[in-house]
């Protein structure tokens, strides 16, 4: 019997071992250095905050594996040797595979801050973060003030859960306003006025200088490159974004970059290879999407695409209209299609936006100016079906139908206020206005 | 730094979590009004007993509104579920234990020694905590108070406090906040105000409740009620009818419509309670398959028995001579013989692909068990009901299930259960209106293409015990008979995923391997098989 090996037990990994599990009789090993058992890694924030518990976050009851013939490792793969298809774990076991897949995720960046490896100073990524956030973060009296480096969705959320321990909060944003790379400057704007008003201490265009030891190689303070601000503080969380966790793939003859390179059918250089999720980087870009895209929606996809293959169903990964969620503070974010900020923005995109007067709610849609196409809707405190915006995506409708349209895809709760009438309006006066 | 280090996952309690001075105040000013009825409970004589039952009211009243005010209105408006595992109260902790044992003892006091309550045997006053009732009871029914009145009171006062605190925990959701107004009023008119009114208008009508319905008002059709329904004349044979049409005409029509949110999550006082009281508790329900295999047997049980009980307790006073009154005992055999079997057919013919394996075989086995004794007793004439004596089964129900399970352990345990263990595994009205939303109801929550990120919020927080989770990541709408549309699991969603709606019936049920956003061919071959 072929024998698949999974090396990450994430959501790209298990998505892979459960659908090869339902398409064939393969054995399944899944190895893990971080968990025993599978867990939602987008919920290690909840279980800090005290919404769940750690168990909650398991999607699968722990007889889930056994049942359907997923054995699970726990271990950490020192060296993989691709010629006689043999795994080496860093205490001595040996595993061989027929096909092996490599989903090991992310790991925080760092950029060679001096005192990026003192005790107190951490990213958030895996439970082991989170168990070391309880250490140095567990209340106000041991952490009398965290300092959180770099401004995107994982900072955002360690500011939330180190809030919600009445932990006081500085955030320190390389950019002039808070994920401008990603968001136009209205949306971007509403949340930084959202973030200060959770008493967050929002530091815009501030980059680390350095980190200072205190005793026992304890932090102590952060210095702040543009203005030399000494921050004292007792916990710095680093979320500047996160990179392929391949380390030890780099040593074998897969081909890597900065993730492990895959073509379209997610296969490395060496045959039987794949990479899928965080880890893959696509030798092209797809479309408008990143060449390597570290999100979970993504990973998911890759996993069912690559179990495809790997049955004998040959299929590239071929993913459709992009999407996107995420959550800052008390608001819900969802984008469909592409939405740009100023920076990337192309000369044929054009915006229209509409705020809420309560600075909670507000929608940019995008469409090409010469076409009247309609490119993308980002919403924030609107949900939006997925389902709607995915076929006016296929259908390339222009903006007049999706705004005129819009109530289709309201997926607030019943007996919410709708806004498309405002919605619609801001459009007419906006079209005046150009 | 002399700080003890308070380092764990989830189990000691991090120190910001501490009530602030404001709600410790208000928690004083809560218990002094409770304290007030332990000291009534003692027979401590209040010489106003109208002023001092006002002054406990107020007092619960008032410090309840200040703790919420100042847990909930200092906040910006989400989700409020910071801290949920950490607190004693609703982790089971210490607190949680001693609150569920308090509960349970007093549920256990109020159905089977009422009389250390202070309730009056013949003709005497009645003493203690009931006798400092007796004032609103006269005011509202001209009569003294019971053990049931008091009960009442404190239910429906329960049910108000708590739902002004879970409509300022939830003040950014409109659907929350309405279907709270809901159940405050109909506790509040339906249950508390109406039939005191009623007696007072009319002393011979029984107690009736106008939105409890059978079964989960099992005691509707006995003998004694009948008898005073007729003995009351129009209004009394009316609300015999309306008693008969709710449950066989309006709860399916509602049911189709809406599913059976709209009594469970709307209407009924054993829900109220739950989603207000009970609300610090939903997320202690058991989540793991073995509690769904057990819940689906246990409730179906319950729901036949409660089925034979009543048909045997409506038999025992039916006759058989149909000169003397058209409804005889045969006749009224066969029409309920002549109902199940419609019910079961149809089930079987139109939505026998829809059933799990295990339904089937409950389903063809509890039928099976129903004619044969129905059929048993057809055929004879003897006095014994299916075997047993109709008072027995009443009596038995009425111990086991009207007071063991839906109080002591249905409210006793919330603490250590979680809020709706009643309405999961015991309430046989919640089984009828849950068999026709898993197959005749345009109501289903709806799950929104490939949002999901799995983090378990949903179902962490399902006071029913329903993995939503295990649905929403595979992109597959909750179509389960044990959801009470609640509406929390859309809620808590940080991603936008669930919406509750009415919709209609095709593509309800929509199972899918490959979720929205992947290869469009992938989704068409994989799924489309």
């Known amino acids: ?434 | 730094m002399s700080h003890k280090p308070n380092q764990s996952m989830s189990l000691a309690k991090p120190d910001a979590q501490d009530l602030s001075v404001k709600q410790k105040i208000a928690l004083a000013i809560g218990f002094t009004g409770c304290f007030i009825l332990v000291l009534a409970l003692f027979n401590t004589n209040f010489s106003n007993k109208g002023l001092f039952l006002t002054l406990s009211t107020v007092l619960i009243t008032v410090g309840t509104v200040i703790f919420s005010n100042d847990a909930y209105l200092n906040t910006s408006k989400g989700i409020k579920n910071d801290g949920v595992w950490f607190k004693s109260i609703s982790s089971r902790g210490i607190l949680g234990w001693l609150t569920g044992i308090f509960l349970t003892l007093f549920y256990i006091v109020l159905y089977f020694y009422p009389q250390y309550l202070g309730l009056a045997s013949d003709g005497q006053n009645n003493t203690g905590l009931i006798a400092l009732f007796d004032p609103l009871s006269q005011l509202l029914s001209g009569r003294p108070a019971s053990q049931w009145f008091v009960y009442g009171t404190l239910y429906t006062l329960a049910i108000l406090v708590f739902g002004y605190k879970f409509m300022l925990k939830y003040r950014d959701n409109k659907h929350e906040k309405l279907r709270t107004v809901s159940v405050m009023f109909f506790q509040l008119a339906f249950a508390f105000l109406i039939p005191e009114l009623m007696y007072r208008l009319n002393s011979d009508l029984p107690y009736y409740d106008l939105k409890s319905i059978w079964p989960l008002n099992y005691y509707n059709f006995e003998r004694y009620r009948v008898n005073q329904f007729i003995d009351a004349g129009d209004v009394g044979l009316g609300l015999l009818i309306f008693g008969i049409v709710s449950i066989l005409i309006i709860t399916p029509i509602l049911t189709y419509k809406y599913g059976k949110r709209w009594y469970c999550s709307w209407v009924c006082g054993c829900g109220a309670l739950a989603e207000t009281v009970g609300d610090p508790f939903r997320h202690l329900s058991d989540k793991r398959q073995i509690a769904w295999k057990i819940e689906r047997w246990v409730v179906h049980s319950v729901l036949v028995f409660v089925v034979l009980m009543t048909t045997a307790v409506v038999c025992s006073y039916l006759g058989n001579d149909s000169s003397k009154y058209w409804l005889t005992r045969k006749l009224f055999l066969g029409l309920v013989t002549a109902i199940l079997t419609l019910v079961f057919a149809l089930t079987m013919i139109f939505k026998r692909q829809e059933l799990g394996k295990d339904a089937r075989y409950g389903a063809i086995g509890y039928f099976v068990i129903i004619i044969f004794l129905i059929g048993l007793h057809y055929f004879s004439t003897n006095t014994t009901l299916f075997l047993f004596k109709s008072e027995t089964l009443r009596t038995t129900y009425a111990f086991l299930i009207g007071s063991i399970f839906s109080g002591v352990i249905g409210t006793g345990f919330y603490p250590i259960f979680g809020s709706r263990v009643w309405c999961r595994f015991g309430c046989p009205m919640a089984a009828i209106l849950g068999f026709q939303q898993r197959l005749f109801s345009k109501f289903r929550i709806t799950t929104n293409g490939g949002q999901c990120i799995s983090c378990g919020n949903c179902s962490t927080y399902c006071e029913m015990g329903i993995d939503v989770r295990a649905y929403a990541q595979k992109g597959e709408n909750i179509v389960r008979s044990s959801c009470v549309g609640c509406g929390i699991c859309s809620a808590v969603c940080p991603r936008g995923v669930l919406k509750l709606e009415n919709d209609s019936m095709k593509g309800r049920i929509n199972p899918t391997e490959i979720l929205l956003g992947n290869d469009v061919n992938l989704m068409d071959l994989v799924n489309q098989k």
């Open chain 1, 1 to 434: 019997m072929e024998h698949v090996v999974i090396i990450g037990n994430g959501i790209s990994g298990v998505t892979a071992a459960r659908h090869i599990r339902k398409l064939s009789n393969k054995k399944i090993t899944i190895i893990s250095g971080e968990s025993e058992y599978f867990f939602s890694r987008t919920a290690l924030m909840y279980v800090y905050m005290g919404h769940m518990k750690f168990e909650h976050t398991k999607p699968y009851e722990d007889w889930f594996w056994e049942k359907n013939r997923i054995n699970l490792k726990k271990g950490f793969i020192e060296t993989l040797d691709t010629a006689t298809k043999i795994l080496h774990f860093s205490n001595g076991d040996k595993l061989d595979y027929d096909k092996l897949i490599i989903a090991t995720g992310s790991k925080p960046n760092t950029f060679g801050w001096k005192g990026q490896d003192l005790k107190g100073v951490q990213g958030l990524y895996s439970k082991q973060d989170l168990e070391n956030l309880e250490v140095h973060a567990p209340n106000n009296t041991i952490c009398k003030r965290a300092v959180i480096i770099g401004g995107g969705l994982i900072g955002i959320e360690l500011a939330e859960m180190l809030n919600s321990r009445k932990i006081p909060v500085t955030f320190l944003v390389r950019e002039s306003s808070f994920w401008n790379g990603v968001l136009p400057d209205g949306e971007s704007d509403m949340i930084n006025r959202h973030i200060k008003n959770h008493h967050i201490d929002l530091r815009l265009s501030s980059n680390l200088k350095e980190i200072v030891s205190g005793e026992q190689g304890k932090v102590k303070s952060v210095i702040i490159e543009e203005t030399g601000e000494e921050i004292a503080c007792d916990f710095v969380g680093l979320t500047a974004g996160v990179s392929p966790n391949i380390d030890f793939i780099k040593l074998s003859d897969i081909e890597t970059n900065k993730g492990v390179l895959v073509n379209r059918f997610l296969e490395t250089n060496i045959p039987n290879v794949y990479a899928i999720g965080d880890c893959a980087e696509q030798r092209e870009a797809i479309g408008k999407r990143k060449s390597i895209e570290a999100v979970w929606y993504t990973g998911r996809i890759m996993g069912e695409v690559v179990a495809q293959t790997i049955c004998s169903n040959k299929m590239p990964y071929n993913p459709g209209h992009w999407f996107n969620s995420a959550k800052f503070f008390d608001i819900e974010y969802q984008t469909y299609g592409w939405v740009h900020g100023s920076k990337g923005k192309p000369d044929y995109e054009e915006h229209v936006h509409w705020k809420h007067d309560d600075d909670t709610k507000c929608i940019t849609i995008a469409f090409n100016r010469n076409t009247n196409e309609f490119l993308g809707i980002n919403t924030f405190g609107i949900r939006m079906r997925h389902e709607v915006f995915d076929r006016w995506l296929t259908e390339k409708r222009d903006v007049d139908y999706v705004i005129n349209h819009l109530s289709e895809a309201n997926f607030d709760p019943e007996f919410y206020k709708h806004y498309e009438q405002a919605i619609q309006n801001a459009y007419k006066n906006q079209l005046q206005i150009v």
